[in-house]
């Protein structure tokens, strides 16, 4: 049996693909999720041990598109994990797709964090991602799931969106804040090749502005923890699942285009819904030596507010951080902090953490 507490799941489908996307997603159709939640369920059951699992994530795609009983076939299927007595088990929604009677559903399969994938607030923007939002539907679904016990509720914006101004980035905090949820993830969009929007030769915007959405984003969020570069978090209210892949923990992953870390290996699924169906479930196998694991580690844990722990760094490679890493120069600067036992960037200097990782890594001494 492997060590894992942690447990990701696929569901692929959507009923609308948004023109930035470059996730694994493919258009929803009952026929394919009978079909896929089959396959899904034979791969948990040829490579799940029975581990009793911290966390179950439920992420897409859009598994708020499936239908009340596609839902329950679902939940089914996941009932063969062992869940610890406090396992967080999240699902992704979309306000599009997601009902009232959804979210009994979920209730009453033990869900007790969702994520909303709401993006932004203003339609221009929505138009132009191809998605819908009515606001006073957000509010009352938000409401919903306070009235029946989940109120571990996360919300997802996108910034940087092509012509998107800063006050429009701060009308959508605002908004956000005005719902009172626990945790908010934001993420600037990247323009990746493929998508829509790419192949219309929209133009990013510049590094600059960015770099000011994101101060502004962090300055109206501050009654919130920043506790990971782009996730904030009421009281408590971190997300246990997240922090496995930034504390660089095993997960099964399982479903299609899902990743994965066990033992020394880290995988990723195929994309191919015929290899897929298939059982053809591997892609890709990486075979992790200890300079490899070191690295993630190293790009992981600073990703979070915490940071690397110099004590943990020890006691899983039996070598000092301080002998890995010239460090020194980057806490002269400021760029790192060492607290007793801590290595982190500090949270004025996160929107350059790729910078200074590039840097850190290019100092190992091994
Ligand atoms: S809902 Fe999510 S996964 Fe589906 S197309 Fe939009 S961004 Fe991609």
């Known amino acids: 049996m492997n060590n894992v507490k942690h447990c990701y799941i696929h569901i692929p489908f959507c009923k609308k693909i948004c023109s930035y996307c470059d996730f694994c997603k493919l258009f929803y159709d009952t026929g394919y999720v009978s079909k896929y939640l089959e396959i899904l369920k034979e791969e948990i ?92 539907y957000v509010r009352h679904i938000i409401r919903y799931c306070k009235k029946i016990g989940i109120g571990n ?87 246990k699942h997240n922090l496995c892949y930034w504390k660089n923990k095993e997960y099964y992953g399982f479903g299609l285009g899902a990743s994965g870390y066990l033992g020394d290996v880290r995988y990723i699924n195929t994309r191919s819904i015929t ?19 070191i690295e993630y580690d190293v790009i992981l844990n600073l990703r979070t507010k915490e940071g690397i722990s110099k004590e943990d760094f020890f006691h899983k490679y039996s070598i000092k951080f301080e002998d890995c890493y010239s460090y020194f120069e980057l806490v002269k600067e400021g760029y790192l902090v060492e607290e007793g036992n801590f290595i982190s960037i500090p ?8 910078e200074i990782m590039v840097r850190l890594l290019e100092e190992c001494k091994l």
Request: aromatic fraction near 14%; charge should be negative; glycine fraction near 4%.
């Open 153 to 239: 509720i996360n919300v997802d914006l996108m910034y940087a969106f092509p012509g998107e101004s800063l006050k429009e980035v701060g009308e959508d905090i605002e908004f956000i804040k005005s719902l009172d949820v626990s945790h908010v993830s934001t993420y600037s969009l990247m323009l990746e090749e493929h998508t829509k929007l790419f192949l219309e030769k929209e133009k990013p915007i510049s590094d600059e502005v960015d770099a000011k959405m994101y101060e502004l984003i962090c300055s109206q969020l501050s009654d919130y923890s920043h506790y990971e570069i782009s996730n904030f978090c009421k009281d408590g209210y971190f997300s």
């Open 347 to 354: 949270e004025k200097y996160f929107y350059l953490s790729n």
């Open 45 to 136: 059951t040829t490579f799940y041990q029975g581990e009793v699992l911290d966390t179950i994530y439920i992420g897409g795609g859009t598994p708020s598109s499936l239908s009340d009983k596609e839902l329950e076939s679902l939940f089914l299927i996941l009932s063969c994990f062992k869940r610890s007595s406090d396992c967080e088990v999240t699902i992704e929604a979309n306000f599009d797709s997601i009902t009232e009677s959804k979210l009994d559903i979920c209730k009453k399969y033990g869900v007790n964090r969702i994520s909303f994938g709401l993006e932004s607030t203003h339609s221009w923007i929505l138009k132009k991602m191809n998605r819908k939002l009515d606001l006073e």
């Open 275 to 293: 290899h897929y169906l298939q059982k053809k479930f591997r892609y890709l196998e990486e075979k992790l030596g200890i300079y490899d694991k």
